[in-house]
Structures are given as C-alpha cells and as structure tokens.
Nanobody
Framework: QVQLVESGGGLVQAGGSLRLSCAASGPTFSGYDRGWFRQAPGKERELVAS????????YYIDSVKGRFTISWNNAKNTLFLQMNSLQPEDTAVYYC?????????????????????WGQGSQVTVSS
C-alpha cells in the first residue's frame, strides 16, 4: 500500500508560483495513476490535474491549463504540481492521490471517492 506525504504549500501573492511535492513511500509509485485535487472552503473536492501511468497522458481542468504542470520523478518516487500565475481563486487545500493503474477509467478520474490513496493535504493561499 502506497503512502503519500505532501510538502510545498504556503502563502503567495497573485501572480506568484508554488511547487507542490508528493513523496511516495512503501511500494514505488510505479504502476499507479496519480492526480492532484483541491478543495476550497464550502466547495467539493475537484480534480485539478492527473497523469496516467500507461502512456503519460495528462489532464487539466480548464481553469489551470497553461498555468499548472503535473509531473513525476521516478528516481525520487515523487509527484509534483508546478503552479504558476496563481490567482486568489486557486486558494484551497491541495491533495495528491494515487490509484493502481487502470483501476479508474479516464472519464471517472474526477470522482474523488474512487481514489484510494491520499496525501495529508497542503494549504495554498493566494492573496490579491
């Protein structure tokens, strides 16, 4: 069972950048589909970006396209989310997540309940 530990959140002014990291322990990150979700106060948890193990296909919600980049480093067993041009509406708790490759269809990856492994969450606050 993979365990996920996040780091890298914080407070940044609008237009700034942050990079979130998600380190996996236990089995390697190999063979897992990975994603980043976020949850703002009073809102549902939403999928921000995902990357598929089999072919590296990446998905982004429209609001972060061109600003956020999901990537991973196999040697470091770590998933990243590079966030540029941050806006106040990006303020949320960000969670990394993982699921055994192929267990969720790409069309269903936006359903948090289907992802079994989660990081502890990282607060990202963007001031205007």
């Amino acid at each position: 069972q993979v365990q996920l530990v996040e780091s890298g959140g914080g407070l940044v002014q609008a237009g700034g950048s942050l990079r979130l990291s998600c380190a996996a322990s236990g089995p390697t990150f190999s063979g897992y589909d990975r994603g980043w979700f976020r949850q703002a106060p009073g809102k549902e948890r939403e999928l921000v970006a995902s990357i598929v193990w089999s072919d590296g296909f990446t998905y982004y919600i429209d609001s972060v396209k061109g600003r956020f980049t999901i990537s991973w480093n196999n040697a470091k067993n770590t998933l990243f989310l590079q966030m540029n041009s941050l806006q106040p509406e990006d303020t949320a708790v960000y969670y990394c997540a993982a699921v055994e490759a192929g267990q969720i269809s790409r069309a269903s990856m936006n359903r948090p309940a289907l992802w079994p492994y989660w990081g502890q969450g990282s607060q990202v606050t963007v001031s205007s």
